[in-house]
């Protein structure tokens, strides 16, 4: 049976007929014999094999090239070398896929750019290596971090015929050719379908049935938006609890991303010092920041007047009513606060329909979490609970109650107070491990004119 060689290299004693399969990274040739550098990607580590050229299969060394598949079986035993405890002596050889000269991924350093271009190869580069392990293990640590709390895990839409942030940023889904918008009707579903932007509608049904929710899966922006911090598609963790305000929701979403950033510690920590080394040298010393300092909460009115107060020149001037923008974020957490941020209570004109109104008539019970070096990471808010309130908002917003006519429904047949936040995975990622381009922390990135692979 073949053994991954995370397990190998892990191994307390000597194994003798050890099967190791994986890509080759380096040969290099001595005399009767030749040492391969193997990796199988289930470790940043790589094994090396010791294969001496009278044994089955070394014939064939000359085609064991960089890029090369191969299936080695051997005997695990110490290694003089320094800096590695075992090597493998290989006693079979079998080159299963050749790499001819083309293979682009040699062992010298290559750049970003170049890589998105290779994007079908790049996994097997160490960085991307470690970026898609970190990836699967933090998609793993959130629906932990979720069970342990007895959030059911919800599958919603992704096909929906709801514009949740009422932005009107959606891909049209459509089986019509020419024009259209002529006869909606004769559409595949009967009416004008899109690409979820969020599943979070359908998850506060959800919620108002199990109590506590969460979806995580794929949602889509037609923002031509060609940023680093912007896709086309990207993944998103939405939790949605019923009987909850603004302050427990606020709660929830601080624990989250301390316990994500404690899990990069003892889950990646082989990739986290690549990541240190090589990608951002502040990383590790951001997750400390995160974890060990607990986030301070301000009103977005008092953040507006700490930023007006700041003496900074901001590339953004800072007004009362408008966004906070990334520098603003960062301000606030690196140098004002020097702590994580929760900011809360935001202008009502600035926010969807369908978060709460205060009692003031102004603002609304929405929050915003802003961390060091990426400035938001999580956006949420209590919901509007009560029917009068929630059409009114529809109607500020321009939009048509009846297009939302079963989300306003859940407020006319046992209506609670309810709330959740939504933060994309990938916005996540990028915090935890310092990737400075959305673009690099998903396998195949879709961003305004790519759609490669």
């Known amino acids: 049976m073949r053994t991954l060689i995370k397990h190998l290299l892990a191994a307390k004693e000597p194994r003798a007929g050890v099967l190791v399969q994986g890509w080759v990274r380096t040969r290099r040739d001595a005399k009767g014999f030749s040492f ?175 109590s506590n929710v969460y979806t995580f899966g794929p949602t889509f922006r037609a923002e031509n938006s060609n940023t680093a911090r912007h896709a086309a598609e990207f993944w998103m963790i939405e939790p949605e609890m019923a009987f909850c305000d603004l302050a427990a929701d606020m709660d929830l979403a601080e624990t989250f991303i301390k316990a994500m950033a404690r899990a990069m510690w003892e889950d990646c920590a082989e990739d986290l010092g690549l990541f240190e080394k090589f990608v951002d040298r502040e990383v590790r010393r951001r997750l400390e920041f995160v974890v060990e300092r607990p986030f301070q909460r301000v009103p977005y009115a008092e953040a507006v007047e700490i930023l007006q107060r700041a003496g900074r020149s901001f590339e953004f001037p800072v007004e009362p009513g408008a966004h906070l923008q990334s520098e603003h974020e960062r301000y606030l957490t690196e140098e004002h606060f020097r702590a994580p941020v929760t900011v809360f209570n935001y202008p009502r004109a600035i926010k969807p329909f369908y978060m709460r109104l205060n009692e003031d008539g102004r603002t609304v019970a929405a929050m915003d979490l802003l961390v060091p070096g990426i400035g938001e990471v999580i956006g949420g808010s209590q919901r509007e609970e009560r029917l009068d309130q929630l059409l009114d908002n529809l109607r500020f917003h321009h939009l048509e109650p009846a297009d939302y006519a079963w989300y306003v429904d859940l407020r006319r047949y046992g209506t609670v107070p309810h709330a959740g936040f939504g933060l994309g995975f990938e916005r996540l990622l990028m915090f935890l491990t310092g990737v400075g381009n959305i673009r690099d922390v998903i396998p195949f990135a879709r961003t305004p004119g790519h759609a490669e692979f």
Not at 37 to 59: K, M, R
Request: with cysteine; glycine share 8%.
């Open 36 to 210: 391969v550098e193997v990796n199988d990607g289930s470790c940043l580590a790589h094994v090396q094999v010791v294969v001496d050229a009278t044994i089955p299969g070394a014939e064939h060394l000359a085609e064991v090239t960089t890029g090369a598949s191969v299936s080695v079986v051997g005997d695990l035993v110490p290694s003089p070398a320094a800096g590695q405890q075992w090597e493998l002596r290989a006693t079979r050889l079998e080159l299963v896929g050749p790499a001819d000269a083309t293979y682009p991924l040699q062992k010298k350093g290559h750049s970003l750019e170049f890589l998105r271009t290779i994007a079908h190869l790049r996994p097997r580069s160490n960085l991307f290596g470690a970026v898609f392990r970190t990836r699967s293990r933090l998609a793993h640590a959130v629906h932990r971090f979720f069970q342990e709390r007895d959030f059911v895990y919800v599958h919603t839409p992704i096909i929906t015929t709801s514009d949740c942030e009422g932005a009107g940023e959606m891909f049209r889904v459509t089986t019509l050719r020419g024009d259209i918008d002529r006869a909606p009707e004769r559409d595949f579903f009967g009416r004008r379908a899109y690409l979820t932007v969020s599943g979070q509608l359908e998850a506060e049904a959800l919620a108002c049935a199990l």
